[in-house]
């Protein structure tokens, strides 16, 4: 019966409607006439219930109601069927008013409505019966689940769930940390208790998953509850974060594993388009390291915003194609905006810039893997800062309106080359920036989830390998933010800050690097160790965004924040090379030693620099040709 019901759904629906007018008029009848009402209204009343049932019957087509609108006995079908059902009850009304048929006015009123409460009794007891055998037919079948969030976003999947027969979970109940929710019931689930009960609840209800449907979580709740899920042996899925859903909604299929991301404690960056599309649209731009993580990422978003041409210059000929290949679907390198070329090389850079006449420069190149300078620091000065020297000279040569230097929170406080170097170049294009008076910007941010030589990929690697992870010390901790946050913030700082201002990202809190890599490895499902190997040369226990004499000022973005960087004339800085700085260092910060000379050298009249002539180290003169650079 009822699968005959369920393969004729319009015609059982019907029948069903056609039954309640007449059962609902036997009812009236008896209650208000004992049956026994008189001849000369039955005539009356019989003519009203034959309209009554055509009505329903073509409104109910016409609506669709009975040609799948809506589930039945759901929102949909419910409203329908109500506003059908009044409007028969108001247009007969008048007719037999009109024709003075001679139906008493209790049926003309009552009616109606009586048949409409059958017809939703019959619905919901139909959909309630429907759920109760999927639910006994899909026991088994979905992966016991229980519900952390009783909220907006638990409804949907609970609706979700019950509207798919072969979903990935069954809900085996919810919990939720409001207790004027306690007892609540979401569809057919129940609010078993709280948060503080997670483990008991799942193990005494059989869940195997324990689904966070929270989409504001904070990194430090799912940190607590994915510890909770681990120790216990369960698995811990989440939905996306809300601002990854449309409208607050979203589907099953969202619903994913925790990922180290989750974990960063970072608010999203929104980015300001029209800010940025208005300096970039219609401009010629160039991009120096674009065959690097930041730098392709940072070429792809650029190319978005419509400028006149994108310039993709890089050292590393196969990451240009790479880069070439995402963006124009050609592989071919035979146009000229992709540019084989070294920053160190002064007169080939020059040569480019002088031919593209560039309005807006970000500079991306750079070494930044800091064992490996340690051991050569020359070859980090020659890139890091001789080169970036080359880029702002050749950008002031050429009349370039904005240049976006490209830095790292080492800079801040620096104890190794990479800092020494990168801060170095900082106050260098701050001298530019007073020198030209134009919007010459650092932008400093700490490691980049992605990047080539990222955590994360040396993790992997080492997971792939069976382990174990190597991590420093067990406390190290780093900023953390991802490829597309730190391009957006490059783009950003190009829309304004103070020129030379070093523009630092609100980051939110500092990582553990071990929490990091024992999340990887329970993802991984595999028992993998976990090795400290010690802190490397100049390397910090903890990195951070400002030094000790600068106070972050509020930015022209929420999330940003400006530090003024002293301007440091750069053939000063040239002077001794490396290790005149890293000396320097040993008796007090760089920054501070070199900062008399900066200011003194800014207040003078200030000079265009010619190609740098310099020391490789306090010796002879180094002829800088050596290629080697790569995105930071």
């Known amino acids: 019966m009822l699968r005959l019901l369920r393969r004729h759904r319009t015609a059982g629906l019907i029948l069903w409607d056609v039954l309640c007018w007449v059962a609902a008029l036997g009812w009236l009848i ?27 019957v073509i409104g109910g087509l016409g609506t669709q109601v009975y040609l799948g609108r809506g589930r039945v006995g759901s929102f949909t079908d419910v409203s329908w069927l109500g506003m059908t059902v009044a409007g028969i009850g108001v247009v007969l009304l008048a007719v037999a008013d009109l024709l003075r048929l001679g139906t008493p006015r209790g049926i003309l009123l009552g009616l109606p409505a009586l048949a409409l409460i059958m017809m939703l009794a019959g619905r919901c007891a139909w959909r309630s019966f429907s759920d109760f055998r999927r639910r006994r037919s899909d026991d088994g079948r979905g992966i016991p689940a229980l519900v952390y969030g009783a909220g907006e976003i638990g409804h949907q999947i609970a609706r979700q769930i019950g509207a798919t027969g072969d979903a990935k979970y069954s809900i085996v109940g919810f919990v939720d940390d409001d207790l004027s929710k306690r007892f609540r019931r979401v569809e057919s689930s129940r609010v078993l208790g709280t948060g503080a009960d997670l483990v008991a609840l799942a193990q005494k209800h059989g869940a195997r998953v324990v689904v966070v449907a929270i989409a504001r979580a904070t990194p430090t709740f799912l940190a607590r509850v994915s510890d909770e899920c681990k120790r216990a042996g369960l698995a811990l899925s989440v939905v996306p974060p809300f601002a990854e859903l449309i409208g607050g909604r979203f589907r099953l299929d969202q619903i994913r594993s925790l990922e180290v991301t989750d974990l960063l404690g970072r608010r999203p960056v929104a980015t300001d388009l029209t800010a940025i599309a208005g300096y970039i649209n219609g401009r010629v731009v160039l991009i120096t390291g674009a065959g690097g993580s930041i730098g392709s990422e940072l070429a792809r978003q650029v190319h978005r915003l419509v400028p006149t041409r994108v310039v993709l210059l890089d050292r590393d000929e196969s990451a240009l194609h790479a880069v070439a290949l995402t963006i124009s679907g050609s592989g071919l390198l035979h146009r000229d905006d992709t540019v084989l070329c070294d920053i160190r090389d002064y007169e080939a850079l020059s040569a480019v810039f002088q031919r593209e006449k560039p309005d807006v420069v970000f500079h991306a190149a750079a070494l930044k893997h800091l064992p490996l300078l340690e051991r050569f620091p020359d070859e980090g000065w020659k890139t890091n800062v001789l080169g970036t020297w080359n880029a702002l000279r050749c950008a002031a040569e050429a009349g370039v309106g904005r240049f976006v230097n490209i830095s790292t929170d080492k800079a801040a406080d620096p104890t190794s080359v990479l800092g020494l170097t990168k801060r170095v170049a900082e106050r260098i294009t701050a001298w530019y920036a007073k020198d030209l008076a134009a919007p010459y910007v650092s932008v400093r941010f700490g490691n980049v989830l992605g990047s080539r030589g990222s955590v994360l990929d040396t993790f992997r690697y080492q997971i792939a390998r069976g382990g174990p992870l190597m991590v420093t010390h067990p406390e ?12 957006e913030l490059v783009l950003q700082a190009g829309a304004g800050g103070n020129p030379g201002d070093a523009l630092v990202l609100d980051m939110g809190e500092p990582v553990k690097i071990v929490d990091v890599a024992r999340q990887m490895i329970a993802q991984s499902g595999r028992d993998i160790g976990i090795e400290f190997t010690g802190l490397r040369p100049g390397e910090k226990l903890h990195e951070a965004l400002f030094s000790v004499d600068e106070a972050g000022q509020p930015g022209h973005h929420p999330l940003v924040r400006r530090v003024a960087v002293p301007p440091l004339d750069p053939l000063e800085a040239a002077q001794g090379g490396i290790a005149r700085w890293r000396g320097e260092e040993s008796q007090a910060r760089p920054n501070s030693a070199a900062g008399d000379v900066g200011e003194e050298s800014a207040s003078s009249r200030p000079r265009k620099p010619k190609a740098p002539a310099v020391t490789s180290g306090g010796g002879a003169p180094a002829r800088i040709t050596v290629t080697a650079v790569a995105d930071l």
């Open 476 to 487: 190290v901790t780093r900023y953390f933010m991802t490829i597309p946050e730190a391009c």
């Open 30 to 56: 008896l209650m208000r006439y004992d049956l026994a009402m008189p001849t000369k209204e039955w005539a009356g009343t019989l003519i009203y219930l034959a309209a009554a049932v055509c009505c329903q």
